[in-house]
């Protein structure tokens, strides 16, 4: 357990990984997914016990995470790799667990395309042991003679399918975690992005509003340097003509004003 825990920690946090729980399946994440597994599915056969020539082993475990995790092809390939292997060591339980190795990782893939993502802990525990009792019936079936294979089965089926369901719950467990980390890192990015975004705006409608009340000072400034050109000139005026003499000048032109008819023109008469 200590290994697949240590695993399972190693390989959530890789990002070819969190690919693959995303359901983007490459060749270079496909063939690591079946490395590693399929070392883990070999391992599984030294982890454990040999017992009236059976091996009481969590060697399932492997493809049944990678169909889980890959797809069928990669569970059909990583529980190839475990077979093989198993059946090279031989004994007269040699097919039926080098076959349900295989098996195992398929229908891990069946599962994936079934549910489409990740059927989360609760769910793959039920899978393992979904596919430890499946095991258990080939033994029966294939394996003879069948006296012997009873008794195998009704020594391993419970240490079996026990260990084989404790593995993939604390996977299935790390695994998700992990997810749950990405996930929410992601939206915490996503969130301080929507945050600068309409921080911006609010600094573009500032500007904007800035270059506006520049503009208005701008024009104020221009209607009073006019004002104040004007003021110059009258006072110049003053200086030149003297102040009485510009008054009296003033005084004038406001007398003609005033004495400027306000009605319309006489028209001048036509001669015909």
Not at 159 to 179: H, K, L, R, S
Not at 190 to 214: A, H, P, T, W
Request: hydrophobic share 50%.
């Amino acid at each position: 357990m200590a290994v697949i825990a240590v695993v399972a920690y190693l390989v959530s946090r890789m990002n070819w990984f969190f690919d693959l729980c995303n359901r983007k399946i490459t060749l270079r994440n496909g063939l690591l997914i079946v490395g590693i597994f399929g070392a883990m599915s070999i391992l599984g056969n030294y982890s454990g016990v040999e017992i009236l020539g059976a091996i009481a082993n969590v060697r399932d475990l492997g493809p049944m995470i990678a169909g889980l995790v890959g797809g069928p092809i990669v569970g059909l390939a990583t529980g190839l790799i475990g077979g093989a292997y198993r059946y090279s060591m031989g004994g007269f339980t040699a097919v039926p667990c080098s076959l349900a190795t295989v098996l195992s990782g398929l229908f891990g893939g069946l599962v994936w395309i079934w549910k489409k993502r990740l059927i989360g802990a609760a769910w793959a525990t039920v899978f393992a042991f979904s596919m430890e009792s499946l095991h258990m019936a080939l033994t029966l079936v294939i394996a003879q003679p069948f006296s012997e294979a009873l008794a195998v089965v009704q020594v391993l089926y419970l240490p079996m399918t026990i260990g084989n369901c404790v593995g993939m719950a604390v996977f299935a467990f790390i695994v998700d975690n992990v997810i749950n980390e990405r996930n929410t890192a992601i939206q915490r990015d996503r969130l301080q992005q929507e945050l600068m975004q309409k921080e911006i705006r609010i600094r573009e409608l500032e500007i904007g509003r800035l270059k506006k009340y520049s503009s208005d000072l701008e024009v104020t400034v221009q209607k009073l340097e006019i004002v104040i050109d004007e003021d110059s000139v009258r006072k110049e005026a003053e200086k030149v003509m003297g102040t009485e003499f510009f008054q009296e000048l003033m005084n004038q032109i406001t007398v003609v004003k005033r004495r400027r008819p306000t009605g319309p023109p006489t028209p001048i008469p036509q001669s015909f």
